[in-house]
């Protein structure tokens, strides 16, 4: 379909979500300058510090862009940033690699053309080449997921690479000099792997790893114990993510980590060849509960998001299904309508884009409601939330920093209760690999489903134990950022 067709469909298809409180709709932003097909990867960070967020979308061999947004509007600034690379591109993070208070961008290339890494430090706004400084010297290899994440807890990021080729790798932060540990803390793991998340999984205060492997491959649990690393994937039921075992046309994709059923523990989406798995935590394992809540749909998935796009105080989910085989699987857009029940309500013009690849639920134009971002073989759109403005203020972002100001709290959790309460009200992951692979750098934005002050709690696995920091009495505004520094 012509891209012109694409760009006259946004227009006139707006789609509509009924909700309790009127309509959930979504608007296309600036159609034009996001109509360039063959796009894989996106991410987002505020790479100038003006306090929105930016866009950065990798092709599959034609120029990047990168989208410097200026109160909402967007503009290509990727020749002018210095990371319009033309080889196709399958991964991006970002981080602050240098720990010098913004964030840094690593880029992943398919094989061919030289090195597939490139790691680009922001230096006030532009980015310069900085891989041979970091030591980060990668000749070959299929490039899937990054991460930023400091996994021993040291004050630094370190960085994860999962390779679909080759064992994964664990560059261990050594004053800004980048070393691949994972063959001494037991993450070489020589599976196909595709997707990354990092997350306090068991709850005993270091971050641990779950790793999406692809091509019949069981995925990857891998518990943190003192900074060595144990697959448990068999032992917490999640080696197969719901799919079918052994099978080498199915794998797991995307896995995602995000409280789905609102009760304050961590629960595991898997975005699967094969039906999408979801994992509700309970006591020291996880209970698939897809069937139950109407996701267990067999289709081929590339990316799982979630974000509560009403305003309810439950979480919704984006899947996307990719194009393969000649079939542009269809994507999903799971409200989540009664607590442990999902219906599919996607809009028409949200379904006409063939997006394959990313997904990213982000506030954009900072009205404080979730937009969407997607990449693929059709455009790589931008759907604005048009939720009514009383209800997108019904929320808080959150920006989590270390004690010397620095982004540094990948994998750290943030809870928004009712003042002066225990009454959860809302939950979310400090982003520690949730995009296809990608990683963004941005404040965690939390739904609330009522107004009034709130009572904020950021839980930081510090590698030894869980640090709590607290602030109480938050009045919220959708429009700011509220800081929280950790102890540490």
């Not at 006030?124 to 997921?145: E, N, P, W, Y």
């Not at 994440?149 to 261990?172: H, I, K």
């Amino acid at each position: 379909m012509p891209i012109t067709r694409h760009a006259l469909l946004l227009v006139a298809a707006v789609g509509l979500l009924p909700t309790q409180e009127g309509t959930v709709s979504f608007r296309p932003l600036q159609v034009e300058l996001f109509a360039a097909p063959n796009s894989l990867v996106n991410a987002a960070a505020d790479v100038d510090n003006d306090g929105d967020l930016d866009l950065f979308v990798g092709f599959n061999g034609t120029p990047n862009r990168f989208y410097r947004n200026t109160d909402g509007v967007f503009t290509d600034a990727a020749s002018t940033l210095g990371v319009a690379d033309a080889r196709a591109t399958r991964a991006a993070a970002f981080g602050d690699w240098d720990s010098d208070g913004d964030p840094d961008l690593l880029v992943g290339f398919a094989p061919g053309g030289g090195p597939v890494l490139r790691l680009y430090r922001n230096e006030g706004g532009r980015f310069t080449d900085a891989t041979s400084l970091a030591g980060l010297a990668v000749d070959s290899g299929a490039v899937r997921q990054p991460v930023w994440v400091d996994y021993d807890g040291d004050g630094d990021l370190d960085l994860f690479v999962a390779f679909r080729d080759r064992p994964n790798a664990l560059y261990r932060n050594d004053g800004a000099r980048l070393v691949d540990i994972a063959p001494q803390v037991g993450l070489a793991d020589t599976r196909r792997s595709v997707g990354v998340v990092w997350a306090d999984l068991d709850a005993d205060g270091d971050l641990d790893v779950i790793v999406g492997n692809m091509d019949g491959d069981a995925n990857g649990m891998f518990r943190n114990d003192g900074g060595r690393f144990v697959d448990v994937a068999d032992a917490w039921g999640v080696a197969w993510g719901g799919r079918a075992p052994r099978d080498p046309a199915n794998g797991t994709v995307r896995p995602c980590v995000a409280d789905m059923n609102g009760d304050g523990a961590l629960d595991l989406i898997t975005a699967n060849y094969g039906p999408p798995g979801l994992f509700l935590r309970e006591g020291n394992g996880w209970r698939d509960a897809a069937a139950a809540w109407g996701l267990a749909v067999d289709g081929r998935y590339d990316s799982c998001a979630t974000a509560d796009i009403d305003h309810d105080g439950r979480l919704d989910l984006y899947l996307n299904g990719t194009v393969t085989q000649g079939r542009n699987w269809p994507d999903y857009l799971y409200r989540q309508d009664t607590a442990g029940h999902m219906a599919n309500m996607i809009p028409a013009a949200v379904a006409a884009i063939p997006a394959d690849h990313g997904a990213l639920w982000h506030d954009f134009d900072g009205n404080g409601s979730a937009d969407l971002a997607l990449t693929g073989q059709g455009p790589h759109a931008l759907f604005a939330s048009t939720l009514p403005d009383s209800v997108s203020r019904r929320a808080v972002k959150v920006r989590v920093l270390d004690a010397r100001g620095r982004a540094t709290r990948a994998g750290a959790e943030v809870r928004a209760y009712a003042a002066g309460t225990r009454t959860l009200l809302g939950m979310a992951l400090v982003d520690a690999g949730s995009g296809y692979d990608s990683q963004s750098e941005a404040p965690v934005l939390i739904a609330l489903p009522r107004a009034g002050r709130i009572d904020l709690e950021i839980t930081w696995p510090s590698g030894s134990r869980r640090e709590v920091t607290r602030r109480p009495g938050i009045r919220p505004d959708a429009r700011s950022i509220v800081v929280v520094r950790t102890s540490r």
